[in-house]
T-cell receptor, first 115, second 113 residues
């Protein structure tokens, strides 16, 4: 079945360590996204990519980095520069073209806790 | 920065009642609007999308859009305890950043048996 796979589901990190969250999709979607969600909050955009080898900063990109070397993959690295990285991270993708509804499809999320 | 505003709630309704969830947005040029449901600890799932002014019905759900007032709402008829979740309003940007979405902070709905 087509979908978006995020891993790991839970991750614990010590302060000062970089971690990379994986996001893979087999939906053949061009656009991919990373959102952060804090308790009781909505989704805030970290980075998004509309096409392979291209990505744009969202509203809270500081302390994060991404790459888009393959259409299927959009990994997110949470660097030690991110002051408060404990959060629920959601990867999403969207189909292109006028016939599509334009909705975002989400992975199951990765919960990062900094100890 | 473009904004999407929702009442955080919680909104409590008895089982069988109509739940009304509201959302306002700041970007007058936005054309596409989405309602997502998110259960605690889970990822959002699409409930409905709406592009045109007026009402759009899908089963127990009705989305309403008023672009002049920059307002979009979601009505849930015959509310069930399983509808208890947080409902996120999302607005897709138009123009050069047409792939960019903005989310509200969500309204928590409690449906009491």
């Amino acid at each position: 079945d087509g979908g978006i796979t995020q891993s790991p589901k839970y991750l614990f990190r010590k302060e000062g360590q970089n971690v990379t969250l994986s996001c893979e999709q087999n939906l053949n979607h061009d656009a991919m996204y990373w959102y952060r969600q804090d308790p009781g909050q909505g989704l805030r955009l970290i980075y998004y990519s509309q096409i392979v080898n291209d990505f744009q900063k969202g509203d809270i990109a500081e302390g994060y980095s991404v790459s888009r070397e393959k259409k299927e993959s959009f990994p997110l690295t949470v660097t030690s520069a991110q002051k408060n990285p404990t959060a629920f991270y959601l990867c999403a993708s969207k189909a292109s073209g006028r016939k599509n509804t334009g909705e975002l499809f989400f992975g199951e999320g990765s919960r990062l806790t900094v100890l | 920065q473009k904004e999407v505003e929702q009442n955080s709630g919680p909104l409590s309704v008895p089982e069988g009642a109509i739940a009304s969830l509201n959302c306002t947005y700041s970007d007058r040029g936005s054309q596409s609007f989405f309602w997502y449901r998110q259960y605690s600890g889970k990822s959002p799932e699409l409930i409905m999308f709406i592009y045109s002014n007026g009402d759009k019905e899908d089963g127990r759900f009705t989305a309403q859009l008023n672009k002049a007032s920059q307002y979009v709402s979601l009505l849930i008829r015959d509310s069930q305890p399983s509808d208890s979740a947080t409902y996120l309003c999302a607005v897709k940007e138009n123009g050069v950043n047409f792939n960019k979405f903005y989310f509200g902070s969500g309204t928590k709905l409690n449906v009491k048996p």
